[in-house]
């Protein structure tokens, strides 16, 4: 099985988007590293969720469905 990524996108792929999402700590430059490996035809979207990474802490983010609300933003 070959392990390289594809060069172009896949069958209806064109507009491919990943969102890299960190986990608990941390931020967005977790993925500095990641990103150089994506296929020029993926969108890679590293974001830092509010109050880490250097984001500001926001206060109407008080549950799991209020991150999940904001991320989708």
């Not at 099985?1 to 977790?30: K, S």
């Not at 296929?39 to 974001?47: N, S, Y």
């Not at 880490?52 to 991150?67: N, T, V, Y």
């Given at each position: ?14 507009q491919t988007q990943l969102i ?10 977790r993925f500095h590293r990641c ?29 799991l469905a209020d991150m999940a ?5």
């Amino acid at each position: 099985m070959d392990d390289t990524l594809a060069e172009t996108p896949p069958t209806g792929a064109a507009q491919t988007q990943l969102i890299a999402i960190h986990g608990n700590g941390g931020g967005r430059y977790r993925f500095h590293r990641c990103q150089a490996y994506a296929p020029p035809w993926l969108q890679f979207h590293p974001i830092s969720l509010p109050g880490f990474g250097g984001e500001p802490k926001q206060s109407g983010i008080q549950s799991l469905a209020d991150m999940a609300r904001w991320v989708a933003q």
